[in-house]
T-cell receptor
Framework: EDKVVQSPLSLVVHEGDTVTLNCSYE??????LLWYKQEKKAPTFLFML????IEKKSGRLSSILDKKELFSILNITATQTGDSAVYLC?????????FGTGTSLTVIP | GAGVSQTPSNKVTEKGKYVELRCDPI?????LYWYRQSLGQGPEFLIY????????DSGLPNDRFFAVRPEGSVSTLKIQRTERGDSAVYLC????????????FGPGTRLTVL
């Protein structure tokens, strides 16, 4: 059965801390893994990863994929209160996207 | 429009009633998806359209749920005989091309069944 598991479920940090969010997956015919940030309703796209070992970076956020061990990590350095959100990991399988339950990140001033 | 839009933003209905939720995808996006998201959970796939046809409706929970996309653009998710367990945020997303591509999400419709 295809599935996506994220950890931790929730995280509380102070501004300036660095966090690492984890996403492991089991899907047949893997093509890509996507990270989204969800603040209120609409998830907004962060990264799409298709190749192992190639880091994608956008400002203080970065992500990498390990297709051998079937996981991805999302790093956020120098966290800010605006980073508070739920971070979702998604993997397409067939015509569907399988989402994890998300990691709820709270950044305290 | 510039992004995916959904109406209404909130819908409160009574158990047993019929509801329709609308999604306007990004112009030119051939693929359209409906998801349901309950509190504390990730989005759960319901149905995927490629053009006018439902390419995959395996996520629809039962026959009370139905969706259409008659002209390959706007889609409507229809729920008959609503139940309290249908309460959730219903998200719509569109993408250009295959399901492996980035999806752009709408703001969702929060459905509350009393």
């Amino acid at each position: 059965e295809d599935k996506v598991v994220q950890s931790p479920l929730s995280l509380v940090v102070h501004e300036g801390d660095t966090v690492t969010l984890n996403c492991s997956y089991e899907v047949t015919n893997f093509r890509s893994l996507l990270w989204y940030k969800q603040e209120k309703k609409a998830p907004t796209f962060l990264f799409m990863l298709t190749s192992s070992g190639i880091e994608k970076k956008s400002g203080r956020l970065s992500s990498i994929l390990d297709k051998k061990e079937l996981f991805s990590i999302l790093n956020i350095t120098a966290t800010q209160t605006g980073d508070s959100a739920v971070y979702l990991c998604a993997v397409p399988a067939g015509n569907q996207f399988y989402f994890g339950t998300g990691t709820s990140l709270t950044v305290i001033p | 429009g510039a992004g995916v839009s959904q109406t209404p933003s909130n819908k409160v209905t009574e158990k047993g009633k019929y509801v329709e939720l609308r999604c306007d995808p990004i112009s030119g996006h051939t693929a359209l998806y409906w998801y349901r998201q309950s509190l504390g959970q990730g989005p759960e796939f319901l149905i995927y359209f490629q053009g006018t046809g439902a390419a995959d409706d395996s996520g629809l929970p039962n026959d009370r749920f139905f969706a259409v996309r008659p002209e390959g653009s706007v889609s409507t998710l229809k729920i008959q005989r609503t139940e309290r367990g249908d309460s959730a945020v219903y998200l719509c997303a569109s993408s250009h091309g295959t399901p492996a591509n980035e999806q752009f999400f709408g703001p969702g419709t929060r459905l509350t069944v009393l």
